[in-house]
């Protein structure tokens, strides 16, 4: 059974930094993209990264650009979502999810994070 | 602002049959599958349809996708109150490099 488990997430003041976790399981993680979508409160789903196997290629919302960085750690299997620089407007419940929302879909989702900046 | 526009919410009585749109362009929709996500109250999203028209194992054939030219259409059939829910498509915008989500959709059974 594919599980993911987001941790990592808390209330921080704006400006500063948080590093999320999505332990997977139940699924050869390395042959997997994986993927970062967040909502905010009473919002609608917004893309925010992926990775592609490997970990060489990256792809970033245009909000998230510059601060936040997707990375993986097959050998873990663990994605991770590096916030940097962050935002009232980050504020949200993060999931990570299995592959890529397009072709195969968004197939599994974790039970998401939630990150409040706030002062 | 979303980059792909669905309407705000759709009802209709159970038993019934209900669409759901999702409007793009040729950069997004056009050029890409389309995905549809169910997400029930407090819950995360869960695959409903991907490459526009295949149902993951598991999913009801009440539930069916399809896509012209830069729109595509949710349908379900025989509606449930357990169908309540808001209802998401996705797909990749080739022109941003990015994915992109329409607004999400807020079914009501009455």
């Known amino acids: 059974e594919v599980q993911l488990l987001e941790s990592g997430g808390d209330l921080i003041q704006p400006g500063g930094s948080l590093r999320l976790s999505c332990a997977a399981s139940?699924?050869?993680?390395?042959?997997?993209?994986m993927s970062w979508v967040r909502q905010a409160p009473g919002k609608g789903l917004e893309w925010v990264s992926s990775?592609?196997?490997?970990?060489?290629?990256?792809y970033n919302a245009d909000s998230a650009k510059g601060r936040f960085t997707i990375s993986r750690d097959d050998s873990k299997n663990t994605l991770y979502l590096q916030m940097n620089s962050l935002r009232a407007e980050d504020t949200a419940v993060y999931f990570c999810?299995?592959?890529?929302?397009?072709?195969?879909?968004?197939?599994?989702w974790g039970q998401g994070t939630l990150v409040t900046v706030s002062s | 602002q979303s980059v792909l526009t669905q309407p705000p919410s759709v009802s209709a009585a159970p038993g019934q049959r209900v669409t759901i749109s999702c409007s793009g362009s040729?950069?997004?929709?056009?050029?890409?599958?389309v995905s549809w996500y169910q997400q029930l109250p407090g819950t995360a999203p869960k695959l409903l349809i991907y490459?526009?028209?295949k149902r993951p194992s598991g999913i009801p054939d009440r539930f069916s996708g399809s896509k012209s030219g830069t729109s595509a259409t949710l349908g379900i059939t025989g509606l449930q109150t357990g169908d309540e829910a808001d209802y998401h498509c996705?797909?990749?915008?080739?022109?941003?490099?990015?994915?992109?989500f329409g607004g999400g959709t807020k079914l009501t059974v009455l």
């Open positions: 490459e526009n028209n």
């Open positions: 990775i592609n196997t490997g970990g060489r290629t990256t």
């Open positions: 999810a299995k592959d890529a929302i397009s072709g195969a879909g968004l197939g599994n």
């Open positions: 996705g797909t990749w915008d080739s022109s941003l490099s990015a994915g992109v």
């Open positions: 139940g699924f050869t993680f390395r042959s997997y993209v």
């Open positions: 040729s950069s997004n929709i056009g050029d890409n599958y």
